[in-house]
């Protein structure tokens, strides 16, 4: 979302459904791809990724990975908090 205001605003995705946290994604993916194509030479962009799908597995195949990582830090945060080793404080509380 544009912001004309300082004003910090975000999907609570935690809430989503899985079928609205995957059309959220394909929004919040089609508008970084919107904003890259005008900020730069689009013919020079598509020129340099090509016509298959190399890319396009490419960025899947990390985003399966980077998901998979943060799963797993997010593991070891919560057995730190468990264990006492890290304390947590609720400011929503």
């Not at 919107?34 to 020079?44: D, F, K, T």
């Not at 020129?47 to 890319?55: E, Q, S």
């Not at 985003?63 to 908090?81: I, N, W």
């Amino acid at each position: 979302m544009r912001q004309l205001r300082d004003v910090k605003v975000s999907a609570q995705v935690d809430l989503f459904s899985p079928g609205l946290l995957v059309q959220y994604a394909e929004i919040c993916g089609w508008a970084l791809a919107h904003a890259h194509a005008r900020s730069g030479q689009p013919m020079m962009i598509s020129g340099y990724l090509g016509k298959g799908d190399t890319f396009d597995e490419a960025v899947a195949d990390f985003s399966k990975a980077y998901a998979d990582q943060s799963e797993q830090d997010h593991a070891v945060l919560k057995k730190a908090v468990r264990s006492g080793r890290l304390e947590v404080i609720n400011e929503a509380a």
